[in-house]
T-cell receptor, first 112, second 112 residues
Framework: DSGVTQTPKHLITATGQRVTLRCSPR?????VYWYQQSLDQGLQFLIQ???????AKGNILERFSAQQFPDLHSELNLSSLELGDSALYFC???????????FGPGTRLTVL | ELKVEQNPLFLSMQEGKNYTIYCNYS?????LYWYRQDPGKSLESLFV?????AVKQEGRLMASLDTKARLSTLHITAAVHDLSATYFC????????????FGTGTRLKVLA
């Protein structure tokens, strides 16, 4: 158990819908990262937050947005969903000194 | 632009054999990470390498870092079936704009 939690574990929805994925980092970690992993694909970095502020942006679509709240949990919002958005979405938090990342269990999103 | 390349992408090996996975990166970095991912599961941190010449070992896996060559290796000794997984390296740069990039992953299958 990495100490990073994600909910929900599974999500099935239809095209055009909007969903919210939630992540709580390890106690004491200020950074949260979001990644997308499609079937048989590598990890695509989406976005990073540090102590409530956006710090780095990767290949995140305009239909996707995220935020980090004062209690440091983060939410990833995916809207106007398409079939191609079906993937595993991981959240990670990082050790403030080594920057080692600890991954949550992931949310498996299926768009029908 | 920071690029991280792993090879091979796929590796099928017999139990008891040795092999090495390579991770090359394109820009100066002082920290490199190795992760393991089982199918459908999250990523598990294996090694954190924070300086040139760093070597770390855990069981049948040994990781090393050569920052001058911009190369890290993950050496597998006397492979066993339980090592079958996908292995990712990741590189972080903390100078300038912070970036954390994963390699493409190496899918390892150890045959009994």
């Amino acid at each position: 158990d990495s100490g990073v939690t994600q909910t929900p574990k599974h999500l099935i929805t239809a095209t055009g819908q909007r969903v919210t994925l939630r992540c709580s980092p390890r106690s004491g970690d200020l950074s949260v990262y979001w990644y997308q992993q499609s079937l048989d694909q590598g990890l695509q970095f989406l976005i990073q937050y540090y102590n409530g502020e956006e710090r780095a942006k990767g290949n995140i679509l305009e239909r996707f947005s995220a935020q980090q709240f004062p209690d440091l949990h983060s939410e990833l919002n995916l809207s106007s969903l398409e079939l191609g958005d079906s993937a595993l979405y991981f959240c990670a938090s990082s050790d403030p000194f080594s920057h080692e990342q600890f991954f949550g269990p992931g949310t498996r999103l299926t768009v029908l | 632009e920071l690029k991280v390349e792993q090879n091979p992408l796929f590796l099928s090996m017999q139990e008891g054999k040795n092999y090495t996975i390579y991770c090359n990166y394109s820009t100066t970095s002082d920290r490199l990470y190795w992760y393991r991912q089982d199918p459908g599961k999250s990523l598990e941190s294996l090694f954190v390498l924070l300086s040139n010449g760093a070597v770390k070992q855990e069981g049948r896996l040994m990781a090393s870092l050569d920052t001058k060559a911009r190369l890290s290796t993950l050496h597998i000794t006397a492979a066993v079936h339980d090592l079958s997984a996908t292995y990712f390296c990741a590189v972080a740069t903390t100078s300038g704009t912070y970036k954390y990039i994963f390699g493409t992953g190496t899918r390892l299958k150890v045959l009994a």
